[in-house]
Structure formats: C-alpha cells, structure tokens
C-alpha cells in the first residue's frame, strides 16, 4: 500500500459515485507517494532538479466508489529503463481484495535545472526503481488494455 485517502462529498457526481476525474486524483496522489518511495520526495526534487512527468495514463473503472468510502492505492512497477517507470496501480476499498479500479501509468524522469527535459535516474533511484520492480505488490490483470471500436471505413 503507497497511498489511503476517503471519498469526499466535493468528488461525488450526480449519480452519488466518484467522479471520474477524482479516480485520476487519487492515482496522481499516489504517484507523488511513488515518487516518495524511491527517493524522489518534495525535498529531493527540489534540490536534485528531478521531477517525474506522466507521459500516459489508463484507467479501467471496475467498480463504482461512494462518498465516504476509503480506499487504499497498491503500486506495481512493471517495467523500467534508464529514464522511464511503467506503473501499475490498483485502488481498492478499504481493506477489500477486489480492485475497484486499476491505472496504469507511463513516466518520464526529467531534469528541472533549465528548460525540462527528460534525463537518466541518479543511480540511487534508479536502484531504488529497480528494488521496487522485484516486487509483487499486486497482480496486473488489467495492464496492456487498448481502446478501441472497429472503424467503418464506408
């Protein structure tokens, strides 16, 4: 577990669910504990001058969530290299073992000293990155998902 957070009413739709945008909220709180985890907190990007960008994001709604409702965020590194994590997150209920949502999420190391741009790990995250992806801290069922609808080409 990287992240817990509750529901909270200004996050409900009209429907009385979480609104899809606060999905993507709690997923980007998540990854800022991510970040934490392999060294990259506030302080250390600040005086390092390294951020990490979300270059993609894909979100399966699974199961809806209600005001109130905590909900924990569990984070999986699936794959990596020298200046890219892909990340796998699953949000679940309280303490429940079914995942009510799951992203899945590309990031880009960037170096903050100039005008951005995308850089290597320091070699201590990137051990640090490389510890977390012997992990197996959920199953990634709903990775590698595409969208789509056949396209009719009349």
């Given at each position: 577990?990287?992240?817990?957070?509750?529901?909270?009413?200004?996050?409900?739709?009209?429907?009385?669910?979480?609104?899809?945008?606060?999905?993507?909220?709690?997923?980007?709180?998540?990854?800022d504990a991510f970040m934490?985890?392999?060294?990259?907190?506030?302080?250390?990007?600040?005086?390092?001058?390294?951020?990490?960008?979300?270059?993609?994001?894909?979100?399966?709604?699974?199961?809806?969530?209600?005001?109130?409702?905590?909900?924990?965020?569990?984070?999986?590194?699936?794959?990596?290299?020298?200046?890219?994590?892909?990340?796998?997150?699953?949000?679940?209920?309280?303490?429940?073992?079914?995942?009510?949502?799951?992203?899945?999420?590309?990031?880009?190391?960037?170096?903050?000293?100039?005008?951005?741009?995308?850089?290597?790990?320091?070699?201590?995250?990137a051990a640090n990155i490389?510890?977390?992806?012997?992990?197996?801290?959920?199953?990634?069922?709903?990775?590698g998902r595409v969208i789509?609808?056949?396209?009719?080409?009349?």
């Open positions: 577990m990287i992240y817990r957070d509750t529901v909270k009413p200004e996050w409900v739709d009209y429907n009385g669910h979480l609104r899809d945008a606060f999905y993507m909220l709690i997923y980007s709180l998540a990854t934490d985890g392999i060294g990259l907190g506030d302080e250390a990007r600040r005086t390092r001058h390294r951020t990490l960008y979300t270059l993609e994001a894909h979100i399966s709604y699974l199961r809806e969530l209600k005001e109130g409702a905590a909900v924990r965020v569990d984070a999986r590194v699936i794959a990596h290299d020298a200046k890219r994590i892909h990340l796998y997150l699953q949000m679940f209920e309280g303490e429940g073992v079914d995942p009510v949502c799951a992203c899945e999420q590309m990031l880009i190391h960037i170096d903050t000293s100039g005008a951005p741009r995308s850089a290597p790990f320091d070699e201590d995250i490389a510890a977390q992806a012997t992990i197996a801290a959920a199953d990634a069922s709903h990775a789509g609808l056949p396209v009719n080409r009349r």
